[in-house]
Nanobody
Framework: QVQLVESGGGLVQAGGSLRLSCAAS????????VGWFRQAPEEERDFVAA????????RYADSVNGRFTISRDNAKNTVYLQMNSLKPEDTAVYYCAASYSGSSSYIGIFLSEYTYWGQGTQVTVSS
């Protein structure tokens, strides 16, 4: 089991930047893949970005591609989401999710592929 805690959310002006962190604990010695999802009020929870255990493979939603960067530091058991050029439509609760994987390179983009979830961190982008 992996426990996840997101941090780094807050209020930022449009065009600004934030870096979210996802700190993992528990059985972190077993390789796991991580995804970031977000959910606005009354909306579906949508895929944002994902990264494989090795960190070499990443995927991004079209809406954030080129603006967001996902990375991980396995020694620190932490995954990051660097968000640049933020837009008001990026406003949402951001969730970190993880699943164990037998592959070091596989990444998933679907909610159903993830077993463990954090409690979320609020990101608000003002215009």
């Amino acid at each position: 089991q992996v426990q996840l805690v997101e941090s780094g959310g807050g209020l930022v002006q449009a065009g600004g930047s934030l870096r979210l962190s996802c700190a993992a604990s528990g059985r972190t010695s077993i390789k796991y893949r991580v995804g970031w999802f977000r959910q606005a009020p009354e909306e579906e929870r949508d895929f944002v970005a994902a990264i494989s255990w090795c960190g070499g493979n990443t995927r991004y939603a079209d809406s954030v591609n080129g603006r967001f960067t996902i990375s991980r530091d396995n020694a620190k058991n932490t995954v990051y989401l660097q968000m640049n050029s933020l837009k008001p439509e990026d406003t949402a609760v951001y969730y970190c999710a993880a699943s164990y994987s037998g592959s070091s390179s596989y990444i998933g983009i679907f909610l159903s592929e993830y077993t463990y979830w954090g409690q979320g961190t609020q990101v608000t982008v003002s215009s």
